[in-house]
């Protein structure tokens, strides 16, 4: 196959299946299906109904939003806004949640942990703040 090079926009109002990579220098929008069998590397945004797989870092400015799995190998994960400083494993966190905790640059704890619904299966992503122990 060869390749197909594109100097402006490329639009899909259905769907985009790529073999091997697709790569998005800032925002990847499609307004029904992604399918992808390697890697989506995009410098914006990226919204997927069913897997997020990132194999180093995960930048979200504002929503994150998967409908099954959120999966990252790398670190760090800046989710914007106050949240962006270190972050550091904390499996057994006083949130009582297995999860990632982060200092915020507002000198308050955060927990982010994945919630699975054990009646669908579908997981859920949470950020919690820690109560400080007084």
């Given amino acids: 196959m060869a390749d197909l ?3 402006g926009n490329v639009q899909a109002t259905r769907s985009i299946i790529a073999s091997q990579n697709l790569q998005a220098g800032n925002d990847a929008f499609i307004s029904n299906n ?4 390697k890697d989506v590397n995009a ?15 995960l930048y979200a400015s504002d929503d994150a939003v998967a409908g099954r799995n959120v999966t990252s190998t790398g ?7 106050t949240v962006v400083g270190k972050l550091f494993l904390d499996p057994g966190s006083v949130a009582h949640q297995p999860g990632l905790k982060l200092r915020g640059t507002d000198g308050l704890d955060y927990v982010l942990y994945v919630a699975i619904d054990p009646a669908t299966g579908f997981a ?3 950020l919690t703040t820690i109560t400080p122990n007084k």
């Avoid at 410098?43 to 797989?53: D, E, H, R, T, Y």
């Fill in 75 to 81: 670190q760090p994960t800046n989710l914007g806004g």
């Fill in 5 to 7: 090079i594109v100097s």
């Fill in 34 to 37: 992604i399918g992808v069998t």
């Fill in 124 to 126: 859920s992503l949470h």
């Fill in 43 to 57: 410098g914006g945004s990226v919204i997927a109904s069913k897997n997020l797989q990132a194999g180093h870092d």
